[in-house]
């Protein structure tokens, strides 16, 4: 019996490449993720980094820490540009 290659190998002379995606622990979906500043246990997609309802007070956001929601005051163009940027990261990342 014969067991399937460890990850990495190559296969038929290919060697694949492989991009971890790891489990959001928010959403469940598997996306890119990062450690989460706030709660270090979690791996958070960009999404869900995002859309975080501590965001405001997180000191380091796991992702685009730049993007930064101003507290109460969310301005449509911020969340405009969040969700660019995370089209164009997913993008790169699906296109390899
Ligand atoms: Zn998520």
């Excluded at 492989?18 to 270090?40: A, K, M, N, V, Y």
């Excluded at 979690?42 to 997180?58: D, T």
């Excluded at 992702?63 to 449509?76: D, F, H, I, Q, T």
């Excluded at 911020?78 to 390899?96: N, T």
Aim: net charge positive; aromatic share 6%; charged share 30%.
């Amino acid at each position: 019996m014969r067991l399937t290659p460890p990850r990495g190998d190559s296969v038929n002379g290919v060697v694949r490449v492989t991009i971890f995606w790891e489990r959001c622990s928010i959403c469940g979906r598997h996306r890119p993720t990062r450690q989460c500043w706030l709660h270090p246990e979690r791996s958070v997609c960009p999404y869900c980094c995002i859309a975080c309802p501590e965001r405001g007070v997180c000191p380091r956001p796991a992702w685009y820490p730049s993007l930064r929601l101003a507290e109460r005051s969310v301005k449509r163009d911020e969340r405009g540009e969040a969700k660019k940027a995370l089209e164009e990261l997913l993008k790169r990342l699906e296109g390899g």
